[in-house]
């Protein structure tokens, strides 16, 4: 992942930003983001399971198409119109806590590039899977915030 990139565009989201679509403030989006993370690079353990043929047939068409993150899609195992609770004091740290994950996630594949881990919706994902899951991922919601240019 692209840190640099990611810090520049992180800049320009403020407490008060608007959602363009979405129920997150920029926290949750942000704290959003770092669970994702966390969970590619095995901080977060997912259990394993297996696909059903919708799910093989959403993770194909997201991961290997120019497809973009469509809007709408919940997050596994929340609900409808649920937000998580916030972990971070504020989002000046739920900012840090994101860089710090993608230096972690980029550090946990460098020491084993076969490494692969569980995704909640798409089960196993090595890490080309998740380097093309997560850039859309973020670009889906720094569109949401507007920050995506």
Known sequence: MYIKMIEK???K????????????????MVEHLTVTIKISYNRIKIPEFELSEKQKFQKTALLDT???FPQGVKAPGMNVGELMALRSSNLKEAKE???ASLTDYNTFF??????????????????????????????HHF??????E
């Not at 569109?143 to 995506?148: D, E, M, P």
């Open 110 to 139: 460098e020491m084993d590039p076969t490494a692969t881990t569980i995704h909640p919706r798409f089960s196993k994902l090595n890490y080309a899977e998740w380097e093309r899951f997560h850039p859309k991922h973020f670009k």
């Open 13 to 28: 989201l403020k407490a008060d930003t608007q959602a363009q679509f979405g129920i997150m403030t920029p926290q949750h």
């Open 97 to 99: 806590q994101l860089l």
């Open 143 to 148: 569109k949401q915030f507007g920050i995506w």
């Open 9 to 11: 565009k992180l800049e």
């Open 66 to 68: 120019s497809i973009e």
